[in-house]
């Protein structure tokens, strides 16, 4: 039998076509549904939703959002300065970092983000755990949490912590 000339072994290859499909197919019905329910892209979701969701205050500086979520930093200020001119986010110089800029969610993004969850969780539910049992979805999470920690710890440079100083 002739190597595979990718170096991966065929449990390894079915394993990441599976992988990319779910992951391509999942994002194509989190995006239909975003974009249905409340008008926003992923990436802006995933804004909208570090500041509603994960952040004490409501707010984080701009290179943080975009570690977090994995996107260039010029394309968050994109993303961020469509959400602001829809109300959904105010920016502001950083006071911790003169040249930082700070967004912060406004009442007008939390009520969007209560708006897109419960069909956001839905299609969640529906695409990726009904054909699933409990355990099955540990056993995944168990899985993939560390494949991303591993990934996260020599993240893309777009996603690289800014150097201090």
């Keep these: 039998m002739a190597k595979n000339p990718s170096g991966l072994d065929a449990a390894q290859l079915r394993a990441y076509f599976a992988l990319m499909d779910v992951a391509g197919l999942l994002k194509h019905g989190v995006e239909q549904q975003l ?7 992923y990436v ?3 804004l909208l939703a ?3 969701l994960n952040s004490e205050t409501g707010s984080e500086r701009m290179t943080d959002l975009a ?8 394309g968050l200020t994109y993303q961020a300065g469509l ?9 502001a110089p950083s006071v911790e970092d003169e040249r ?13 983000i209560a708006t897109v969850l419960p069909g956001h969780g839905e299609v969640i539910r529906q695409q990726l755990f009904e054909p699933l049992s ?3 979805a540990e056993t995944l999470a168990d ?8 990934m996260r710890s020599a993240p893309p440079r777009s996603a690289a912590p800014r150097k201090k100083r």
Excluded at 35 to 41: E, I, K, Q, V
Excluded at 67 to 74: A, H, I
Excluded at 100 to 112: F, H, M, P
């Design 134 to 136: 409990a355990a099955d």
């Design 50 to 52: 570090r500041l509603a």
């Design 143 to 150: 899985l993939l949490s560390p494949v991303r920690d591993h």
């Design 44 to 46: 802006q979701f995933q």
């Design 100 to 112: 930082g800029v700070t967004v912060s969610i406004t009442d007008a993004g939390r009520e969007r």
């Design 67 to 74: 570690d977090g979520v994995v996107y260039s930093r010029s």
């Design 83 to 91: 959400l602001e001119k829809a109300g959904l986010v105010s920016r």
């Design 35 to 41: 974009r249905d329910a409340g008008d926003l892209s």
